[in-house]
């Protein structure tokens, strides 16, 4: 009789032992070749805007104001990045390299910025006519700003005035360092090239209003001017007068530290161009302390003060008509 086989056990799930061969083709490794070696160019093609934000914030922070131009002039996206975050790059160039400069030239500020309770004060006609007369005189070399942009208060005015004289003074440095003689402007006369040249003027300093990176490139351009006078007055053997200590490591710095130093104070508004060349180192609001052994800067809050000032000329005009106006009524009666 036949044997039955045994019974066949359950079925055990199978494990899959395959692997990949290693393959040995050299037009494979050419290929993988090729690709390492794009991988690695990509890496090294890394370019500035790969870097996060706020790294290139703090690498911009530290170029000069004239160098950021320069590089807004490489391509749009540059540009447009440094235009929308011009106030965080331009505040700390400032705090580094200017800080004795802008307490020096404050701007003026913006009249839509000042409160519109004085703007009928600030912009009355006998006020703009008679108080503002000897500030606003037309100036042969700064042109009279407009009152409905800026605040026309004292200092405020003061403020457009001077700015406008230090990118004047910029603009005839090369006059001053070759001795060329300045172009003459006749009393009474205002030719086209000047008119030319300080509506030039004005446009600069109205972009400064707006954009705090033009105001840096002001004070960078009047640093320079500055210690080109210095220099050249220095070398002057016949000049005895007192200047700013200036060494070659000022120079070298870039910054206006030096000028914290004792030093001629800036009594004088250059009224005519003939004043640059005595013109060294030009720094108003401020004067020499000799109890702090220091200088004392013109307080933030003159401005603030000034209009406060004009609303109360502006309250006195009206007071005074209205008493005008009764004692006539009384008089008719």
Known sequence: MRKESPAVEADEPLIDTTATLPLRSKRLERLQKKRHQKEAASKQNATFWDLPSEIILDILSLLRPSDIFNLSRVNSGLRDFILKDASRIAGPVITQRYPILTKCFPLPVLLSNVDKEAHSALLDEERQA????????????????????????????????????????????????????????????????????IAANATVVQNALYNPLWYARILEQHLKSTVGSIRRHGNNAGNKRKRFRMTIEDV???????????????????????????LEAYLPNRGWNSEVNGWVYMPATQHDRDVEFVKSWAKRKRDIAAERRETTEVVGL
């Not at 008679?130 to 100036?139: E, S």
């Not at 003074?169 to 001053?176: A, E, G, H, V």
Request: glycine share 4%; hydrophobic share 30%.
């Open 130 to 197: 008679n108080y503002l007369h000897i500030h606003k005189k037309p100036y042969q070399h700064v042109q009279t700003p407009d009152p409905q942009t800026i605040c026309t208060c004292l200092t405020c005015m003061l403020a457009w005035n001077n700015l406008c004289l230090l990118v004047d003074f910029s603009r005839w440095q090369k006059n001053l360092e070759q001795g060329e003689p300045i172009p003459i402007v006749p009393r009474g006369k205002n030719p086209k090239w000047n008119q030319k040249l």
């Open 252 to 278: 070298a710095v870039e910054n206006d530290a030096f000028l914290s130093r004792s030093g001629p104070p800036s009594m004088d508004f250059p009224f005519h161009r003939d004043s640059y060349y005595m």
